[in-house]
């Protein structure tokens, strides 16, 4: 009976791509110049599970390629060849393909088969020049053995005495007892006697079930780590004894030796350098071991399935508050006992909440982690020296905002490195160090995540900003603007699109998107520069989409959720500064600006308690960089709001960033402070947001 | 969230079909009864701005965020009131949650294919599209809608790419 075994795929492919993201770490660690043998295993594991898994599942294309790059892995491994940067170049763009070979089987589209045979060839022209090489290393392992028994080895015949059996499964795994006898034949001299006695009737043979067994010789003196290492993969699916021959004595004292002979991950580690220095072990034996840890604490689950819980939690919430609305009248000693028992229950829900919030959470890493490859091509091509700093990626962000930071984050980065990092020359020129350093920094600050991108390269050439803006209408020349307001100019629409300051931007998407991007998000960016030093770009992100910090507001009988965040203050307004303009609308002077009134009850048609302005409030509500004064009959109390989305079962409506539910189980609608104020943006009003020079 | 499977009220040539009935203005109506997800009482309403006055507003529907809509100011019909017998019908259109306030429901019944007449036309005006045909049992007649299409109108805007 055969097994289904499509429904492993989706896993398969997951587990690849997150695979082929640690390979590629590796490699340009590798790249880095830390050459270490650990890494080489890190990479050779990848590409042996992936080859492994793939010839399971009958994905014969991507099984080959991946053989052959475990073959070239394989001689990095043994240390047959020097890693070159020319093969990690080879091994990065081969991790590409592999990705690309099984991005096209995961949607079942047609592999590029000829992108795959001229990287295959690479491959094989590296190996090739191995012909020299690969004679090498039999030579260059000899000499170690030799030395070593030197150093006063037990007198004995040195070597192992292997007893391998398979379990019956091995073959199907994608474990070959072949290689494992042909890597230990690398080893030394092997000596190989089969053992068929499980070997059934040629009739009820099963080709993919392994019925063999081994028992080998290995001659010389080798590391019992070594022996082991060989049948790393193989090890949890069969009977396996390595005894030294001549003498239990020696080799019960020689695994004492070792930590932990059978714990895979600190064998790893003692293999990781047979012959190098000691000093290196420890600190790779806890990295190897805390690994595990991670690996080993964490489960699959489906983000609709915690969806579905944050739902189930927040209609919790509901009800208990409505529990306390209706418990708050109540008289009586048992009154008093209702009430405290709901305040418990209450921070007993906030508990839940926020575990289940934080469920959704994810490392930043997950988004910083594509940085190391692209400012390592990007900054090949342009011929420019930059080193990429990344601290704080453990700080955790929700999946939804993380999945949406992406781009405009490449894109700052990208800017940083085409525009920002000058030519080592003329940063030598310029007195700074030829390498370029861009840095990226993520941290919490009061319920939100900063990150920012901070470059030493030229910095923002302040003058060209503003003789373009100039050029463009974007200001006018009579009012002298704050240096934070010509920095600010970059994000403008269209500012960045055709022959731009070289210095700033330049290419097809322009500031003003990645500005926008990060604002659909509830963040804000700013950014900061100093000519010939550089510049840091700073976004502030909120924790979670699915959690709002919203200031209630009434308008006659309907309740609106304004965004805490895009709230600058609230204040009674006095009749002196207030303007009606003529063609109607008024404006509020605020200090030195003159703020446009939006009166809420005439946005949204209703019927307010208050129609003067004298009675009711003024919410100065600020997005973009531009603030109007929103015009509300009361305000009310300030909540946590889970926010629903109108257009899962509506659409979008003007005005509204979504809905939520209040204490009572009522709808209360989120107002979408940016679009409002975007309604009331034309040209004569920000003619008027900009400021008097006093 | 009851998960009711798609289905579509369009005859499809199976022998019977049932429709869940209600009363508007006095008139019987009938939709396909594998839209409607549950049946429950009036209750207050969330405004949204900018929508018509059919669209009475949006409830929360255990977490969920779901806009209501009056048939009987949506056909134009007099003194839409809202009392206890008043009931709001949930129904699943294509992959949304809509619900729709009637004068009250009636009951299930079962329909022959050839029990169904198709609508005939209504001269120029009357735009007839999303009724399926009436059904005739008992010697009453209903008339049997088709709730997507309703719902695909462009006026509703409730359902993105019109199904059929």
């Known amino acids: 009976m055969s097994l289904d075994l499509t429904q492993f795929h989706e896993i398969f492919f997951e587990e690849s791509f997150e695979a082929l993201d640690s390979m590629e770490a590796a490699l340009l660690k590798l790249s880095a110049g830390e050459v270490d043998a650990e890494l080489i295993n890190t990479i050779f594991r990848v590409a042996h599970s992936i080859k492994g898994g793939a010839a399971t599942f009958a994905f014969t294309e991507v099984a080959a390629f991946t053989h052959v790059l475990e073959t070239l892995l394989d001689q990095l491994r043994s240390g047959k060849r020097q890693v070159r940067p020319e093969i990690v170049d080879v091994l990065l763009r081969s991790g590409d393909a592999m990705r690309a070979m099984l991005l096209a089987t995961q949607h079942k589209e047609a592999i590029d088969s000829a992108g795959v045979a001229k990287l295959r060839a690479e491959l094989d022209r590296i190996m090739g020049e191995a012909g020299t090489a690969a004679a090498a290393p039999s030579v260059a392992a000899a000499p170690a053995p030799a030395a070593a028994a030197k150093a006063g080895a037990p007198a004995a015949t040195p070597g192992w005495r292997i007893q391998f059996i398979p379990g019956v499964d091995l073959l199907r795994h994608g474990n070959d007892p072949l290689r494992i006898i042909r890597e230990l034949s690398s080893l030394g001299k092997v000596r190989v006697s089969v053992d068929a006695a499980r070997v059934t009737s040629l009739s009820t043979i099963d080709p993919e079930v392994c019925v063999l067994g081994w028992k080998i010789e290995l001659l010389g003196e080798i590391d019992r780590a070594a022996v082991q290492n060989v049948f790393e993969w193989a090890e949890t699916e069969c009977e396996l004894s390595i005894e030294r021959m001549g003498g239990e004595a020696t080799a019960a004292a020689q695994s004492a030796a070792m930590p932990a002979p059978t714990s895979t991950p600190a064998t790893e580690a003692a293999t990781a350098a047979p012959h190098a220095d000691e000093p290196q072990h420890p600190p790779r034996a806890e990295s190897a071991a805390r690994t595990a840890n991670a690996d080993g604490g964490s489960i699959r689950v489906s983000i609709e399935k915690i969806d579905e819980l944050l739902n189930s939690v927040g209609e919790l919430v509901i009800t208990q508050s409505v529990l306390s609305q209706l418990a708050a009248p109540l008289e009586g000693r048992e009154a008093g006992e209702l009430r405290s028992a709901l305040a418990q229950l209450e921070r007993h829900m906030r508990a839940l909440q926020e575990s289940v919030m934080r469920v959704r959470m994810l490392p930043i890493s997950f988004v910083f982690n594509r940085f190391p490859r692209l400012v390592r091509d990007l900054g090949q091509r342009l011929g420019k020296k930059i080193e990429l700093k990344v601290t704080g990626d453990s700080t955790e962000l929700d999946k939804t905002v993380l999945e949406k930071i992406g781009d405009p984050l490449v894109h700052l980065v990208r800017n940083s490195i085409d525009h920002g990092i000058e030519m080592p020359d003329v940063r030598v020129a310029a007195g700074k160090t030829e390498h370029g350093t861009i840095s990226l920094h993520a941290y919490h600050k009061g319920g939100n995540v900063i990150v920012e991108v901070t470059d030493d390269g030229g910095g923002l050439r302040k003058d060209k900003i503003l003789k373009k803006a100039l050029e463009r209408g974007l200001v006018t020349n009579e009012v002298e603007l704050s240096e934070e307001r010509i920095l600010n100019l970059i994000f403008a629409p269209g500012f960045s699109t055709a022959d731009v300051v070289s210095d700033v931007s330049g290419r097809g998407v322009g500031m003003d998107v990645v500005r926008r991007n990060i604002n659909e998000l509830g963040g804000h960016i700013q950014i900061f520069s100093t000519q010939g030093q550089g510049s840091t770009i700073r976004i502030r992100l909120p924790l979670t989409l699915a959690i709002l910090d919203g200031q209630l507001a009434r308008v006659g009988k309907e309740v609106y959720v304004v965004p805490i965040v895009s709230i600058v203050e609230t204040i009674q307004v006095t009749r002196e500064r207030v303007n009606a303009v003529a063609g109607g609308g008024q404006v509020f002077r605020l200090r030195d600006d003159y703020l446009p009134i939006v009166r809420l009850h005439s946005l949204f048609d209703i019927d307010p308690d208050h129609t003067d302005l004298l009675d009711g409030l003024l919410m100065i509500v600020e997005a973009d960089g531009k603030r109007v004064g929103l015009f509300v009959d009361e305000l009310m109390s300030q909540q946590q709001v889970v926010i629903k989305s109108l257009e899962t079962n509506f659409k979008q409506v003007m005005g509204l960033a979504g809905a939520t539910m209040l204490g009572d189980g009522r709808v209360a609608l989120i107002l979408d402070i940016p679009g409002i104020i975007t309604r009331f943006q034309s040209p004569q009003e920000r003619g008027l947001q900009t400021p008097r020079a006093a | ?164």
């Open chain 2, 1 to 164: 969230m009851s998960t009711s499977p798609p289905a579509s009220s369009v005859l499809d040539g199976a022998d019977t079909q049932q429709f869940l009935t209600f009363k508007l203005a006095g008139e019987e109506y009938g939709v396909g009864i594998l839209t409607v997800q549950e049946i429950r009482g009036w209750s207050r309403v969330t405004k949204v701005p900018h929508t018509p006055d059919w669209l009475l507003g949006v409830i929360n529907l255990r977490g969920v965020v779901v806009p209501i809509i009056d048939l009987r100011l949506k056909f134009n019909f007099a003194n839409a009131e809202y009392n206890e017998f008043t009931v709001v019908i949930i129904l699943t259109v294509a992959t949304r949650v809509v619900g729709v306030v009637v004068d009250g429901v009636s009951d299930v019944i079962t329909l022959a294919a050839a029990q169904i007449k198709p609508a005939p036309s209504l001269g120029t005006g009357a735009d007839t599209r999303h009724i399926i045909g009436f059904g005739t049992l008992d010697e009453r007649m209903r008339i049997l809608m088709d709730v997507e299409k309703l719902m695909a109108g462009a006026d509703m805007g409730l359902v993105d790419e019109a199904i059929h």
